[in-house]
């Protein structure tokens, strides 16, 4: 299955089209090894013989065969790795698994309720969505298996992850500003919704290389992300000036100013006795 396909959440209240996520399972499945032909074949889920297991046929409906066996409570749904070898599926019990070609079973995710996953198109990684008493948030993990990346960590409600085809970027559903809506963030993370450009051209956003945030842009039409900053002290709250000519941000206790190719980095508090956060910038009267 490609990352652009677009499958139901079973667990997710929102009612609204998603792509699978991803999460990894404890407890022993048994599995039988599956070789797709050269036109592929089609993974799905089903009770037919009690309990909600995966299944692999031909696409004439051939070769038709179970490729797990009892899991904790069920699974809940299997996607093909982009290359057709591997199988990523989780549990009605929020884990997730990856079921190698040969019939090995790699625990990917088990620290939590995950539900839900989508292959990124290079296969190296899967995205899934997290979910706690109060939120859900969404992560990564790479398919050779790891610690989970978490990408959001707003407290928001945040669903329906989708790579860009060059798998740098998810497109995402999130109420964090108190309504549906949907966001764009780097595939290592996001911590802010974006902001348009006042010609509608651009988004700045925060993206977390090695986990400090940071100041960036994505051109709409071209999908080219430019990251502007790159301080120690990390950057939020980015503001486009009226014009879009220069983003305004706050970074270690201070105000700064800098062009909308992020030349010229100024800071514009620079009053060590206090801190200052939170800008806008507003146009003259």
């Given at each position: ?89 989780d ?76 798998s740098?970027r ?11 809506a949907?966001?764009?963030?780097d ?30 842009v ?61 800008p ?6």
């Amino acid at each position: 299955m490609s990352a652009s396909r677009l499958r139901p959440v079973r667990r997710a209240p929102l009612a609204t089209i998603v792509l699978p996520l991803i999460l990894a399972c404890g407890g022993a499945t048994d599995v039988t090894s599956h070789h797709p032909p050269e036109n592929g074949a089609i993974v799905f889920a089903s009770d037919r013989t009690g309990s909600r297991e995966l299944y692999v046929m031909n696409a004439d409906g051939t070769n038709l065969h179970a490729v797990t066996s009892p899991v904790l409570d069920g699974v809940d749904y299997g996607v093909w790795s982009p290359d057709g070898r591997d199988i990523a599926f989780d549990t009605e019990a929020g884990q997730i698994r990856l079921l190698n070609s040969d019939g090995a079973n790699v625990v990917l995710f088990d620290d939590g309720e995950g539900h839900g996953v989508v292959w990124s198109p290079d296969g190296q990684m899967v995205a899934l969505d997290v979910h706690d008493t109060s939120a859900v948030e969404i992560g990564t993990v790479a398919a050779g298996g790891g610690a989970l990346m978490d990408l959001t960590r707003n407290g928001a409600r945040n669903y329906y992850p989708t790579w860009s085809p060059d798998s740098r970027r998810i497109a995402y559903m999130s109420d964090v500003s108190g309504e549906q809506a949907i966001y764009v963030m780097d595939a290592v993370g996001s911590i802010a919704p974006p902001v348009w450009s006042p010609d509608g051209t651009r988004l700045a956003f925060l993206t977390r290389p090695n986990g400090v945030p940071q100041v960036a842009v994505v051109n709409v039409a071209s999908g080219d992300v430019a990251r502007l900053t790159d301080l120690a002290a990390g950057a939020s709250w980015p503001e486009w000036s009226p014009d879009g000519s220069g983003i305004v941000f706050s970074s270690g206790g201070d105000i700064y100013v800098m062009n909308a190719d992020g030349t010229r980095q100024t800071d514009v508090t620079n009053d060590p006795t206090s801190t200052a956060d939170s800008p806008d910038w507003g146009a003259a009267p």
